[in-house]
């Protein structure tokens, strides 16, 4: 599938992979706090904002790594024009694609 084809199930809460990934990659769209939250001291240390300063994030997408660490996602090039793009599950616990369990694959 294109990215054009994955992005509406990605923005409505599926996890979204691309076959050329490594086994348990996938990307989720995280809705960002749009009525804020408080600065943790990680984010007070690398801003320089007081900690519990409360601040409005924009939505954003997270990949899930094959090491199982989250991190933000930025796409490349290559993600964009690629037709490889797989829809997964909205199930947390049974998060599959056809012929892909995110699960056992992590």
């Known amino acids: ?3 054009e084809e994955v992005w509406p199930a990605l923005r409505e809460g599926s996890r979204v992979m691309n076959s050329d ?3 348990g990659e996938y990307i989720v769209w995280q809705e960002g706090y749009p009525d804020g939250i408080p600065i ?3 984010t007070a240390r690398a801003t320089g904002i007081a900690e519990g300063t409360v ?10 790594t ?8 930025v796409m490349s090039q290559s993600d964009m024009v690629s037709n490889l793009w797989q829809i997964g599950s909205t199930d947390p616990i049974n998060p599959v694609v ?3 369990d995110f699960e056992q694959n992590k």
């Open 40 to 42: 943790n001291a990680n």
């Open 98 to 100: 056809i012929g892909y």
């Open 66 to 73: 094959s090491h199982g660490d989250f991190e933000p996602y």
């Open 21 to 23: 990934w490594d086994a």
């Open 1 to 3: 599938m294109k990215l």
């Open 55 to 64: 601040k409005k994030f924009s939505p954003y997408v997270m990949r899930h």
